[in-house]
T-cell receptor, first 115, second 115 residues
Framework: TQLLEQSPQFLSIQEGENLTVYCNSSSVFSSLQWYRQEPGEGPVLLVTVVTGGEVKKLKRLTFQFGDARKDSSLHITAAQPGDTGLYLCAATGGNYGGSQGNLIFGKGTKLSVKP | DTGVSQNPRHKITKRGQNVTFRCDPISEHNRLYWYRQTLGQGPEFLTYFQNEAQLEKSRLLSDRFSAERPKGSFSTLEIQRTEQGDSAMYLC?????????????FGPGTRLTVT
């Protein structure tokens, strides 16, 4: 059973469209991170959210942490081909019995933005 | 220091051989993590160090795997008697325990192929 469920798994859209990807869990977490990964490279940190209900904006990207700190969403406005990549959510400090020392990752959403 | 570095970037080895990977973290970071990522999956935690102390090891880290961080700076991950199932991307990350301690910064990874 995957602790962090990401949806959709794959998303292919045209340039200029908006999209939202989701990260859900039954566990409560202290913090949640979103990363973007390109093929053959390591994940790059986009944002960290720690407070229930928190919303953070990074240019055209809007991140939200659920009130109960169990879920998160990433919304991209007017997607561009440069947004193409694998979007991973990762969390730590949860009540799932894990430690504070490592991140639990979802499987990711593979986004393709066509020009 | 501009980020986490890993060497080599790619390694092809024959089954049964030993391999060693190196990770150089961001210089002021005192925590260092190893993850493994297979195709279609998010990274999975292997082990982490705080300074030179190895604080946690995953059940994924079989006795063929050993990691060291002798002086609290760079780290090595050795796999003995490699198996085809060890083929994966091995990622290193570092963080500073003090501020937003759950923010981990990843290196580019070492892609291991066992033939």
């Amino acid at each position: 059973t995957q602790l962090l469920e990401q949806s959709p798994q794959f998303l292919s859209i045209q340039e200029g469209e908006n999209l939202t990807v989701y990260c859900n869990s039954s566990s409560v977490f202290s913090s949640l991170q979103w990363y973007r990964q390109e093929p053959g490279e390591g994940p790059v940190l986009l944002v960290t959210v720690v407070t229930g209900g928190e919303v953070k904006k990074l240019k055209r990207l809007t991140f939200q942490f659920g009130d109960a700190r169990k879920d998160s969403s990433l919304h991209i406005t007017a997607a561009q081909p440069g947004d193409t990549g694998l979007y991973l959510c990762a969390a730590t400090g949860g009540n799932y019995g894990g430690s504070q020392g490592n991140l639990i990752f979802g499987k990711g959403t593979k986004l393709s933005v066509k020009p | 220091d501009t980020g986490v570095s890993q060497n080599p970037r790619h390694k092809i080895t024959k089954r049964g051989q030993n391999v060693t990977f190196r990770c150089d973290p961001i210089s002021e970071h005192n925590r260092l993590y190893w993850y493994r990522q297979t195709l279609g999956q998010g990274p999975e935690f292997l082990t982490y160090f705080q300074n030179e102390a190895q604080l946690e090891k995953s059940r994924l880290l079989s006795d063929r795997f050993s990691a060291e961080r002798p002086k609290g700076s760079f780290s090595t991950l050795e796999i003995q008697r490699t198996e085809q199932g060890d083929s994966a991307m091995y990622l290193c990350a570092s963080s500073f325990r003090g501020t937003v301690s759950y923010e981990q910064y990843f290196g580019p990874g070492t892609r291991l192929t066992v033939t």
